[in-house]
């Protein structure tokens, strides 16, 4: 047999088969190194853009945790000195502040951003379309120009800073917000229902009431939390309008202390003490921010396996 | 929904409901009509305030405001804001070249390499990365990346260009170089989610075209993925520029607040939106008026970016 073989003359075919065979192995190998190596960056950018993520997380944890304590949730702040360098007191009234204004803003807003949402999802006239767009721009301006427009219309006037101020900023800052995503759960209604509240003779405002608020309610519902926790984090606007308070002092007409702001003008402490602080001022801010965010989703999720 | 049989009504009660039905109705547009309207008057307010508080540094300065390096604080100017413009570009330059690149990587591998169980926990931490209030991000520049800036970047920079432009400077980690790292952190959200959003709604055929003729994995990538997804990809980016042009507490915190004219990537420095909350607190003479301008002038370029953004990612969703 192996003679056989062996004698056989040389084969054009088979060589050039052969030849062939081998580039396409060669090739392939190739494209199989260069896709892999791609592919890897791509996996590489992934793990890196998660890096910052995790470094914030530990630095919450590990520098917030050491500086937080029940004093410290709850004591009026104090101010170090050069004889009593550890003496930072507590956040009790920038927490509390933080709440007062974050849910007075909510307030004004949530009534005028939802119904600004319900009125983009049906009117489709020149004017809704412009301020479709003139909404959509406003979600994505600077938060600072807010604080300017507030000093200029409330702090002015009134000759001091106030927590209303703040609040009249971070109302204007929600709207669009929740105006967005309002009309985008609004739209989501299926017109079937709509049209079969129409073919009941129910009016519009029966509709609205009784089928698509129903309905959109979960969306609608996880955006206002939303916006309210992006509304909490925000320091820019309230810095300029908020002023500073270290006093359990919540009339809005007053001078208030918000977390933001401590958190900002602690980083920049001349006292070492009041520098780490500024960890357990964000830790606290981060918690309540997630605890608005988490409750959002459940909120969503259960409504929406209750109207299954 | 109710159940209950229509009752038999006389026509005159038929006639009656629909004729109520038909002015009752009046309300609700009314109500509705009242809040966009409500809002609509708002935003001009709010612009008007701008431009008011403005005025007196537009007619002081004119066009110097825009094209003058000099800015005398505290007193009548004059003020020219070339510095400040320069820098927030700068700035945003950097965010985008690092965060661009990675943030679309991220979104194909979210999509596309992650194994699916994993895939919605990766979308929750990028989401989480988003809920971080900037002020955090900033704390964290501050007490991290400053000495990493300083002790070990600029040195090793330093070495390889022996301290010329653009890594000449002082080492103190606060720079145009750490703000602009602080703010692609801060954009990436943005730019995965959007990304991700347009990529995934890609009709599957074009993929599964790519591969049946026998295309690997990162050429369907490269050569239908991203080009089918091109107009969408860029109003991600321009979204997250306009969200670097305006960020104003982060980079507050780790710039270094200092109006000088750029000339390193280590140089301190100052952007529109940084300097407005900097400078606010001990505004006197007309320096306020001057503050709100930069508001003005980040208002004009920051709704242009939006605005640009909303055309990009419409015409998007109307070639999807």
Redesign the interface.
């Known amino acids: 047999m192996t003679n056989l073989l062996t004698q056989l003359p040389p084969d054009p075919i088979y060589d050039r088969r052969k030849q062939i065979q081998e580039r396409a192995a060669a090739t392939i190998k190739r ?2 190194f ?2 892999r ?3 890897a ?6 793990i ?3 890096i ?2 995790g ?2 997380i530990y ?2 944890i590990n ?1 917030g945790i050491a500086a937080i304590s029940w004093t410290f949730l709850t004591a009026l702040p104090t101010q170090p000195n050069l004889v009593q360098q550890d003496a930072i007191g507590g956040i009790g009234n920038a927490i509390l502040g933080t709440i007062v204004i974050d849910l007075l803003a909510g307030l004004v807003a949530v ?2 951003g939802v ?2 949402g ?3 999802s ?2 489709t006239s020149r004017i ?1 379309n412009t ?1 479709r ?6 979600t ?10 507030a ?3 409330v702090v002015l006037p009134m000759k001091q800073f106030s927590g209303l101020a703040g609040v009249v900023a971070l109302g ?1 800052l929600m ?2 917000v929740i ?1 967005k995503s309002s009309e985008i759960s609004f739209r989501g209604v299926p017109s079937t229902l709509r049209e ?1 509240g129409l073919a ?2 129910a ?3 029966k509709i ?1 009431k009784s089928v698509t608020l129903p309905v959109a309610a979960p969306g609608v519902i996880t955006g206002v939390l939303l916006s309210l ?1 992006r509304a ?5 606007p309230i ?2 309008v908020v002023g500073a308070s270290g006093v359990w002092d919540f009339n809005p007409l007053h001078p208030m202390s918000a977390l ?1 702001l401590l ?2 003008n602690y ?2 402490s001349q006292y070492p003490s009041q520098r780490v602080a ?2 357990g001022v ?1 830790l606290a ?2 918690t309540m ?2 605890i608005l ?1 988490l409750t959002a989703r459940i909120v969503s999720a259960r409504m929406r396996r209750e109207k299954r | ?2 159940t209950k049989e ?1 009752g038999i009504h006389g026509s005159s009660e038929v006639a009656e ?1 629909v004729s109520h ?1 038909a002015t ?2 009046r ?3 009314i ?6 309207f ?3 008057a ?2 001009l ?2 612009v008007w ?2 431009l ?2 403005a005025w007196p540094a537009l007619k002081q300065n004119g066009y110097h405001l825009i094209t003058g390096t000099a800015w005398v604080a505290g007193g009548n100017g004059p003020f020219g804001a070339f510095s400040l413009i320069l820098d927030t570009l700068i700035t945003t330059l950097i965010a985008l070249l690092i965060a661009v ?3 679309i ?2 979104a ?3 999509l596309f ?2 194994p699916p169980k994993f895939r919605t926990l ?1 979308a929750s ?2 989401e ?2 988003a ?10 520049g ?3 990346l400053t000495p990493w800036l300083s002790h070990t970047v600029q040195p090793f920079l330093a070495g390889i260009t022996g301290s010329n432009f653009p890594f000449n400077g002082p080492q103190e980690g606060f720079s145009l170089l750490l703000a602009g790292i602080v703010l692609s ?1 801060m954009i ?1 959200p943005t730019i ?1 989610a959007i990304s991700r959003d347009v990529i995934s709604v890609v009709p599957v055929d074009l993929i599964e075209g790519g591969l049946s003729l026998g295309a ?4 369907v ?2 050569k239908v993925i991203l080009p089918t997804s091109k107009i969408g990809i860029m109003g991600a980016i321009v ?1 997250g520029a ?2 670097a ?5 982060a980079v507050a ?1 780790v710039i270094g607040s200092n109006i000088q004219m750029p000339h390193s990537l280590f140089s301190t420095g100052g952007t529109l ?1 940084s300097t ?2 900097t400078e ?1 607190g001990d505004a006197s003479g007309n320096t306020g008026a001057a ?2 301008a930069l ?1 003005l002038i ?2 004009v370029i ?2 242009s ?3 640009f ?2 055309v990009l990612t419409n015409r998007a969703k109307a070639t999807a």
Request: hydrophobic share 55%; net charge positive; glycine share 8%.
């Open positions: 494209r199989t260069l896709s190596t791609y592919i960056t791509l996996m590489g950018c992934f890196l853009a998660l910052p993520l470094s914030v630095a919450l520098k009534p005028i119904l600004l319900l009125y983009l049906e009117a809704a301020l767009a003139v909404t959509e721009i406003m994505g301006l600077p938060s600072i120009l807010l604080g300017v427009f000093y200029e219309y204007v709207v669009p105006a079969a009941l003779g009016r519009d405002s609205a926790a909490m984090g925000e320091t820019a810095l300029l933001p958190t900002y980083s920049g500024a960890w964000a801010l981060v921010i997630l965010s | 929904m109710q229509p409901r039905s009752s109705d309300p609700y547009k109500v509705l009509k009242g809040a966009a409500f809002f609509g708002v935003v307010i709010f305030s701008v008011h508080a690149p990675i943030g990587s991220s194909l591998a979210l390499l992650v990766g931490l990028v989480l990365l809920a971080v209030p900037s002020v955090v991000y900033g704390l964290w501050l007490w991290y952190v990436l995965v690997t994995r990162s050429q990538f490269t979204l306009g969200r042009l305006g960020e104003t507490i915190m939106a407005i909350a606010f503050l709100a508001a980040l208002m920051t709704a970016v939006n605005a953004a909303r």
